[in-house]
């Protein structure tokens, strides 16, 4: 895989298995990025369902200044902050269906006890101190491409990097996890 710019060239060029595969490859862990941002899954899946929406009809042009993945969490991230500033107060009901649906996604995702303990402290964190995390360990996006989704300089990204690495663990160690390298 190149990261998704063929498939999304192909797309481009008229074949839709290109969006398929982009949606297949990157949803996932756009869910989980955007969860950052919102703290709510079922929004998360929402602002993803529209970032996808977004590539397939308004087609953002892919200079190829930075990876596709890059390109695609900017486009994340920027509708992240457009959801925030229009966000309105969940009810009742769609709370519990908020903790059912973060409950459901969590088990299909974090299958083991290590897993469920580094995600929750990730939670615990400042927003972008799991992001950056999140960017940098689970969807290996380098320094650089990071500091572009998120909008600041490599040198930003790697003071929060390691500032958010300390975050972390001192988070698991509340939690007694024992740890090799975190």
């Known amino acids: 895989m190149d990261n998704g710019e063929s ?5 481009l060029a008229g074949d839709d298995n290109g ?4 949606i297949r490859d990157y ?8 969860k950052g941002y919102t703290k709510n899954i079922l929004a998360a899946e929402e602002i993803c369902e529209d970032v996808f929406v977004k590539l397939a009809v308004i087609k953002p042009a892919f200079l190829g200044n930075s990876s596709f993945k890059t390109f695609l969490y ?5 509708a992240a902050i457009d959801f925030k500033k229009k966000r309105v107060p969940l009810s009742v ?3 519990g269906e908020v903790e059912n ?8 995702y974090i299958r083991e006890e290590r897993k469920i303990a580094v995600h929750r402290a990730l939670d615990k964190l400042k927003p972008q101190y799991g992001r950056v995390l999140w960017l940098t360990y689970f969807e290996e996006l380098s320094n650089k491409e990071t500091a572009a989704v998120m909008g600041k300089s490599v040198h930003s990204i790697e003071t929060l990097i390691y500032r958010a690495r300390n975050a972390l ?14």
């Open 7 to 11: 498939s999304y060239r192909r797309y």
């Open 19 to 22: 969006l398929v595969e982009i």
């Open 27 to 34: 949803k996932d862990g756009l869910i989980f990025f955007l």
């Open 74 to 78: 900017a486009i994340a991230r920027n």
């Open 93 to 95: 009901e769609e709370i």
């Open 101 to 108: 649906g973060e409950r459901s996604l969590e088990d299909e």
């Open 169 to 182: 663990k001192k988070e698991l160690e509340k939690e007694g996890f024992v740890y090799e390298n975190v």
